[in-house]
Each structure stands twice: as C-alpha cells, then as structure tokens.
C-alpha cells in the first residue's frame, strides 16, 4: 500500500482515506482481510494507536469490522457505500462549483456531454 503523507491532515485520517480508497478501487473487496495494524506500522513507519485509530474510523463508519482474534474486514456492502458517498459528494460539493465555472465560461450543457463522451 502507497502512501505519500503531507501536513494538511492527521496521519490517521490520510490512512483511513487511503484505505478507503483501496476498498473503492477494488483492491480491498467485501470480506477480505486487511493488513495488520503492526504490519502496516511496521511498513510505513507510524504509531501503532495511529493505525488503530484509522481502522476505528472505518469500523465507526461501518466498512469494517473486526473480528476478534482475526484481525480487520472489509464489512459487506463496504464498497457500494462508499460509491453512494463518493456520487453524494461529488453532487452537493464538486459538480455545483463544476456547473459555476461552466456557465462563467460560457458552455451550454450539450456541449460539455458531448466533451465528455
């Protein structure tokens, strides 16, 4: 797993964008196993509280979940939930300042699908 940490935000929260991200492109699917947290500090050279703290943030949210003895697993349904998220966001976030800029820049909405197709 790839990581390029920066400043803008706590490790933990980088992490479990990060994994999230891996679930949404598939690597990680429904019911597989994750790394370790001592496998993944190990691997990227953070706190071990760190790491369990990202993975909380995933089980808070309900994306994984913990299988006492076993380790950490990508909950059932992890994926389409976070697509349903991703499209969500990017309707109420991106696509309004999306739209904004087109219209300052003077496209009509045909136009820009057929950009797009």
């Given at each position: ?39 993944i500090a190990s691997e990227h050279r953070i706190n ?70």
């Amino acid at each position: 797993m790839q990581i390029t940490w920066h400043d803008k935000s706590p490790i933990y929260r980088q992490l479990s964008d990060r994994l999230r991200e891996l679930i949404l492109e598939g690597v990680y699917r429904n019911g597989d196993a994750l790394p370790s947290v001592r496998q993944i500090a190990s691997e990227h050279r953070i706190n071990p509280i760190t790491v369990s703290k990202a993975f909380q943030m995933l089980v808070d949210d309900e994306l994984v979940e913990k299988r006492r003895g076993l380790g950490m697993y990508v909950g059932e349904g992890a994926s389409e939930q976070l697509i349903e998220d991703e499209r969500r966001k990017f309707l109420e976030e991106e696509l309004p300042d999306f739209r904004e800029r087109a219209e300052r820049l003077g496209f009509e909405i045909n136009q820009l699908l057929r950009e797009v197709s």
